[in-house]
């Protein structure tokens, strides 16, 4: 059984675009099957964008690690609406990693 924490997910691939408004920023991300939250930008990760963009608005740079970054829709968004943060996003799924 795959799951969206496998390294190798072994489900088909059947990858499709959704969008995620934030801000003034409009994402188009592009999610798969055996990964994370494919079908939206779910609760908790849209929470986590919003408050932290809340609590850092503009500013100094940060330097942002992303783990379990998934498809990426937290440090996309956030590197769409403050470019100038440094963000690296990590996970163990390749297929994920492949799609942030």
Known sequence: MSHYYDEQPDVKS????????????QLELTTDAGVFSKDKVEF????????FLKEHPPGPSKTIADVGCGYGPIGLA??????????TMLDINNRALALA
Do not use: M
Not at 44 to 51: Q, R, W
Not at 78 to 85: A, E, N, R
């Open 14 to 25: 059947n990858p499709k675009r959704i969008s995620y408004q934030i801000k003034n920023a």
């Open 44 to 51: 908790g990760s849209d929470l986590l964008i919003k408050t």
């Open 78 to 87: 956030i590197g769409k609406v403050s470019p100038h943060h440094q963000i």
